[in-house]
């Protein structure tokens, strides 16, 4: 499984946009790279996917390095609503192989 | 489109009692995932069913934990006797495709999750 490094936590003010960092320095070349994230008292939700390539959906965005070794989640115009965890999972299964790590608690500030 | 739903959303037992979850995944979805997150963690996954077959349970501490999926479509998951350290949040997911299909596009939808304690 490829290991990730997360910042504990990270703050941000409202509107405005937020980079969450992730780095997978072993990645393998199948896996993709999946953002999910948890806001209190819910289960985890799917958020965004890649594999070598920048990604937009309309909650966010994800940048790829060159390498893979690298991504980062981008909100464009952080909400209250925003504040959670946020999990960086590099895999190219489920089960076993989609490891939660301890996540990036984001917090919003009004 | 109905969610995955989960009962019941709260529950507190006695150490060494038995206790019950149930989990329904989202209408035609192969592969069910039971999870369990303890404060402060990630989720760690506990079994995965596809369809009505076990896939993985390597990480299911068998000698008190069960899980099935009856026909199919709905899932149990039952601990006994229970112990202090499985309070924790228990995740019942599912996602539509089955392994074999790959992973692009074949989003986990997660239900909001079953909350144990135990005194």
């Known amino acids: 499984d490829a290991k990730t490094t997360q910042p504990n936590s990270m703050e941000s003010n409202e509107e405005e946009p937020v980079h969450l960092p992730c780095n997978h320095s072993?990645?393998?070349?199948?896996?993709?790279i999946h953002w999910y994230r948890q806001l209190p008292s819910q289960g985890p939700e799917y958020v965004i996917h890649g594999l070598t390539s920048n990604v937009n959906n309309r909650m966010a965005s994800l940048a790829i390095a060159e390498d893979r070794k690298s991504s980062t989640l981008i909100l464009h115009r952080a909400t209250l609503r925003d504040a959670a965890v946020y999990y960086c999972?590099?895999?190219?299964?489920?089960?076993?192989?989609?490891?939660f790590g301890p996540g990036t608690r984001l917090s919003v500030l009004p | 489109e109905a969610g995955v739903a989960q009962s019941p959303r709260y529950k507190i037992i006695e150490k060494r009692q038995s206790v019950a979850f149930w989990c329904n995944p989202i209408s035609g979805h192969a592969t069910l995932y039971w999870y369990q997150q303890i404060l402060g963690q990630g989720p760690k996954l506990l079994i995965q069913f596809q369809n009505n077959g076990v896939v993985d349970d390597s990480q299911l501490p068998k000698d008190r934990f069960s899980a099935e999926r009856l026909k199919g479509v709905d899932s149990t998951l039952k601990i006994q006797p229970a112990k202090l350290e499985d309070s924790a949040v228990y995740l019942c997911?599912?996602?539509?495709?089955?392994?074999?299909?790959?992973?692009?596009?074949?989003?986990?939808?997660f239900g909001e999750g079953s909350w144990l304690t135990v005194v």
């Open positions: 997911a599912s996602s539509l495709l089955s392994l074999r299909q790959g992973l692009s596009g074949n989003t986990i939808y």
């Open positions: 999972i590099p895999s190219y299964n489920y089960g076993q192989n989609f490891v």
């Open positions: 072993t990645i393998s070349g199948t896996d993709y």
